[in-house]
């Protein structure tokens, strides 16, 4: 994925723009380097300066590139090398900058431009298609800057219709796409007649959305009203009148699986030819091909593979014993006796689509003047190819107040096509959330559900984010996400992970009464759900007796009540029954309660679910409702003013 380009020409700005670059992955230029190698499916921050800003940028320990030339030409140069431009500049500035570079938005790319101050990040240009809007809120959160959006979309809580199909890989046809955006501005009735693809993105839709699905027109129509515009979701290729009563624009899912046989040394021209004219006259658009399937044999035919290079699609290869088991319309003894399978073409597309069905059968093309014959065969598969990495955001939310996330892990949470999560963290995080995302909140008990239902999302191509409480890795999500990857043969790449940590409940809860936890400390969860309650009572008992503060997760619930119990008595054989004690529950949320008491006391005060119990060592003192555990720094002073008593007594 091509870099986001970040530039400013001031001391300050390159102060305001250091926590971007701050959050980019490793790998990015230092000191001036310019040839870098980008991790792949990363989305990198590049930094360019003005010559005189090296210094100050190195002091800043700041990856960063000089341009050498005026801004104008920099930006003439790069223009279509990056996704998009962050500028810390005057918006006047900018505009003048890149005015003479705009050429369409459909190919743009995305214009964010912050103030010095970090107080606004606006989406000035390429918001929908160029993802400028997505771009500018994460910038914001990066930057603790307001983002400002200024699509009608936005307003509207909706998937901005021209990037609508993008996270599942479906591309862009013919119409009349400013019409059909307008129509969306005015909150007019917009027809969606869906005939392939996924349907995921209709159920998180608002319930006041203003799409109408089908042909509401041959319904009541006092209960549908007329559609101001329409959009096809389809393979098929339509052309529209430009005289047309509204306004019609298309989408196509990569659905269409191609089967090709060809005699060995076919040309590359007469393949392309066979495709298209395959395509055009069963009315099917090139741009719902999903890749082409053939016999293994074919794997290095150079026609073949030079066109799939060009077009970048996939190819899928299949051994004759098991194209030979494809039931087809139109089998051959001639084939079968050339290449012990009686298909191909037509065997090759059934089985890559995963149909028991042709949409074109097969028919052999061949062409003066170009060398070999070539078969071909298509077939639709219910399932889209979305054509790209999926990667699995880890991500710990901290105690449940937005303030308490960090800014990396709410840009992923706005990047992520999906956030899945217990419903009670989807709640606590719904104001990151985003027009358009699909958003899957599961019930407290489905935490294994939720992780494969995550895996199966990421490994389609989606980017997804899964949510936990606290730190995602500390009795979170990320432990189980990596076992059921690690059980599925997972090579560690596909799809890509990465964890972004989160402030836990036992830091949480230390925070809120001192600094319990300044000296040697553990975590124990008192649920026996996954663990043993054998196992849980030797932990116990040996944190208690190694004089561990200790910080007890899920300490109680309606129907287990007994562990705490347990727990409070093995730690009052080993401690003084004055030991102070922590209940914090909710932390950062309204119904926040803090409680110090002590270890003989603790049970005069609710404790449930949702609260973190922290346990003092033998050091442990409270002081003024504060709770301290020395870690050690005064105890030579300390034994130093003990040993000067004794010998002045002396």
Not at 179 to 198: H, L, R
Not at 237 to 257: C, E, G, I, Y
Not at 357 to 367: A, G, N, P, R, T
């Amino acid at each position: 994925m091509s870099p986001i380009a970040a530039i400013t020409t001031t001391p300050l700005g390159l102060r305001c723009l250091a926590p971007l670059c701050e959050s980019s992955p490793e790998g990015l230029p230092r000191n001036g380097e310019r040839n870098v190698k980008h991790r792949k499916a990363a989305r990198t921050i590049q930094l360019w300066i003005s010559p005189g800003l090296q210094h100050e940028a190195a002091n800043l320990n700041l990856s960063y590139c000089v341009y050498d030339t005026s801004l104008s030409a920099f930006l003439q140069a790069h223009w279509r090398k990056y996704e998009g431009f962050v500028f810390c500049l005057a918006s006047g500035a900018v505009v003048r900058l890149i005015a003479p570079l705009l050429t369409d938005k459909t190919v743009d790319p995305a214009i964010v431009v912050v103030d010095q101050a970090r107080k606004v990040a606006i989406s000035l240009c390429g918001g929908h298609q160029g993802g400028g809007d997505r771009l500018t809120l994460q910038v914001g959160q990066l930057l603790e800057a307001q983002p400002i959006l200024t699509g009608a979309a936005n307003g509207l809580e909706l998937p901005a219709i021209d990037t609508l199909g993008k996270p599942f890989g479906w591309k862009q046809g013919t119409g009349d796409w400013l019409g059909v955006s307008s129509a969306v501005a005015k909150q007019a009735p917009i027809q969606i007649i869906q005939e392939a693809g996924t349907d995921l993105w209709q159920k998180h839709l608002p319930k006041s959305h203003i799409f109408q699905f089908g042909f509401p027109e041959f319904k009541d129509r006092n209960d549908f009203p007329s559609p101001q515009a329409r959009i096809w979701i389809s393979p098929i290729q339509r052309t529209f009148s430009p005289d047309a009563a509204l306004p019609k624009a298309q989408w196509h899912p990569r659905v269409l699986w191609l089967g090709i046989g060809c005699e060995r040394g076919t040309d590359k021209a007469l393949i392309a030819y066979a495709i298209e004219k395959a395509c055009v006259e069963n009315h099917l658009a090139m741009d719902a091909i999903a890749g082409v399937a053939t016999l293994s044999l074919k794997a290095d035919e150079v026609g073949l593979l030079e066109l799939l290079q060009e077009k970048n699609w996939p190819l899928k290869c299949f051994d004759a014993d098991s194209l030979k088991k494809i039931d087809v319309p139109n089998p051959s003894e001639i084939v079968e006796q050339a290449v012990q399978t009686p298909s191909v073409a037509e065997a090759a597309a059934l089985k890559a689509a995963g149909s028991s069905q042709l949409c074109v059968q097969k028919h052999i093309v061949k062409q003066p003047g170009l060398t070999g014959a070539v078969t071909v065969a298509i077939a639709q598969a219910q399932t889209e190819y979305t054509g790209r990495h999926g990667q699995l955001h880890l991500i710990g939310t901290g105690p449940g107040s937005l303030s308490q996330i960090t800014p990396a892990a709410k840009a992923a949470i706005i990047n992520a096509d999906v956030v899945i999560g217990y419903t009670l963290y989807i709640d606590l995080i719904r104001p990151l959330l985003r027009p358009g995302q699909i958003v899957e909140g599961l019930p407290i008990t489905q935490e294994r559900q939720r992780a494969e239902r995550a895996i199966d999302l990421a490994r389609w191509g989606l980017t997804v984010a899964v949510i936990s409480s606290g730190d995602c890795g500390i009795y979170g999500m990320a432990g189980l996400v990596f076992e059921q990857l690690r059980a599925t043969d997972w090579n560690g790449e596909v799809p890509a992970v990465q964890v972004f940590p989160g402030v836990s409940a036992l830091q949480s809860a230390a925070a809120k009464v001192g600094a319990p936890l300044m000296h040697d400390f553990c975590a124990i969860s008192l649920s026996d759900l996954l663990t043993p309650w054998p196992v849980i009572q030797n932990r116990l008992r040996a944190a208690a007796e190694a004089d561990f503060t200790v910080a007890l997760y899920n300490p109680k619930s309606k129907t287990r009540t007994q562990q705490i119990v347990f727990a409070r008595d093995c730690f009052l054989q080993h401690r003084d029954p004055k030991t102070p004690v922590a209940l914090a529950r909710s932390l950062y949320r309204p119904d926040e309660r803090i409680t110090l008491t002590t270890l003989q006391e603790m049970f005069t005060h609710p404790i449930d679910m949702l609260t973190t119990v922290i346990i003092g060592n033998r050091s442990s003192q409270s002081h003024k409702g504060w709770f301290i555990t020395p870690r050690g720094y005064l105890q030579d002073s300390v034994e130093a003013r003990s040993q000067k008593t004794n010998e002045e007594s002396l």
